[in-house]
C-alpha cells in the first residue's frame, strides 16, 4: 500500500481575486477545448490502430504529446528539455512532485505512464488515462506475476513505460528513496539482457517571488484547490525535464541495485533539494 507524503504544511492558497478569476476560466477553458479535440481524433483513430498494431500504437501517442504541449500553452508554464529520450523499448523513472507531472512528461516524450489501479475508477481523469494507454497495477503482491506479465507484453511491444518509483508525489524540494518492486519485472527472462531504464529528474521553478514550492502537490492537498489556485497564478514559472543516459539492466546485479542506482542519477539532477 502506497504511503503519502506528508512534509511540512503547504502554502495557504490567496483569495480569488476578479482578475485571478478572469485567468483561471480563460485557461481552463482553452485546455478543457484542447484536450476535447484531442480525443475526437484520438478515440477514433485509435479505433483503427488497435485491430492492425495491437498495443503498438505508432500514431496516437503523437495527438497526446501535441495535446500536452498545447495545454501547457495555455496554462503558460514554459518547460525545457535536455539530454536525449531513448529510443525503442524500455522504461523510464522520474521523481514525483505533482499531477502537472503528467502533462509535462507527456510534452516531453511519447510514453505510457504506469499507475495504480485506483486511478482508472476516478471520474474524467480515468477514462483519459485509459484512452491514453495507461498500464494500471494493483499495489498487491499477489498480483506481482501478473504485473510482471503485463510490463513484458507491453515493453515487448515496443512500448515506453514510465513510473514513479517514489510511490507518491512531493514538494518538489526532495527525491525520496526509490521503492524496487516494479524494477523486478525488469529481470524477467525476455527483458533482462535487452532492458534499458532512462532516469529523468523533473525540476520545477517556481515564479519569481512564489513559494518554491508552489508546483508540488502532497500530503493532504485537494487536487481541486491546487489545480485553480495554478489556473489562477498571474504569471508562472517553468520546469526543466532532464533525460540522462539509460541504465543498462544486465549491469545491474537485482532489482533493488537498479532502484538504488537510477534514485542517484535522478537526485544529481536536482539543484533544488532541500532533504
Known amino acids: 500500500m502506497s504511503m ?12 480569488l481575486r476578479p482578475l485571478a478569476l478572469v ?17 475526437v481524433l484520438l478515440l477514433p483513430m485509435r479505433v483503427i490502430e488497435r485491430p492492425l498494431f495491437g498495443l503498438s500504437r505508432p500514431w496516437t ?8 504541449r498545447i495545454s501547457l500553452i495555455w496554462l503558460g508554464l514554459q518547460f525545457h528539455r535536455t539530454g536525449i529520450p531513448m529510443k525503442g523499448r524500455g522504461a523510464i523513472v522520474a521523481n514525483h512532485s505533482s499531477w502537472l507531472d503528467i502533462f509535462i512528461l507527456n ?9 495504480k489501479s485506483e486511478v482508472a475508477g476516478w471520474p474524467g481523469i480515468g477514462f483519459l488515462a485509459r484512452a491514453t494507454g495507461t498500464l494500471f497495477i494493483a499495489r498487491d503482491r499477489r498480483a506481482a506475476k501478473i504485473q510482471t506479465a503485463q510490463f513484458e507484453k507491453r515493453l515487448l ?17 526532495r527525491v525520496l528513496p526509490f521503492k524496487s518492486t516494479l524494477f523486478a519485472a525488469f529481470f524477467a527472462p525476455q527483458l533482462h539482457e535487452v532492458m534499458l531504464v532512462q532516469p529523468v529528474s523533473v525540476v520545477y521553478h517556481a515564479p519569481e517571488g512564489y513559494d518554491r514550492r508552489t508546483y508540488g502537490w502532497w500530503g493532504d492537498m485537494s ?20 533525460y540522462h543516459p539509460p541504465v ?28
Do not use: N
Not at 510534452?107 to 499507475?115: C, E, L, P
Open 248 to 275: 543498462s539492466v544486465l549491469d545491474m546485479p537485482d532489482r533493488k541495485a537498479l532502484a538504488k542506482t537510477t534514485e542517484k542519477i535522478v537526485r544529481s539532477g536536482h539543484p533544488l533539494i532541500d532533504d
Open 157 to 173: 511491444a515496443g512500448q515506453r513505460l514510465l513510473f514513479f518509483p517514489e510511490g507518491t508525489s512531493t514538494d518538489g524540494l
Open 4 to 15: 503519502i507524503w506528508q512534509g511540512d504544511p503547504p502554502p495557504g492558497h490567496p483569495r
Open 61 to 68: 501517442p503523437w495527438i497526446t504529446q501535441a495535446v500536452c
Open 23 to 39: 485567468r483561471m476560466i480563460w485557461r481552463a477553458t482553452g485546455i478543457i477545448l484542447t484536450i476535447t479535440f484531442g480525443l
Open 223 to 242: 487536487f481541486g484547490s491546487h489545480l485553480l489556485s495554478t489556473l489562477a497564478l498571474p504569471r508562472q514559472g517553468c520546469v526543466k525535464v532532464i
Open 107 to 115: 510534452a516531453s516524450d511519447r510514453i505510457y505512464f504506469v499507475s
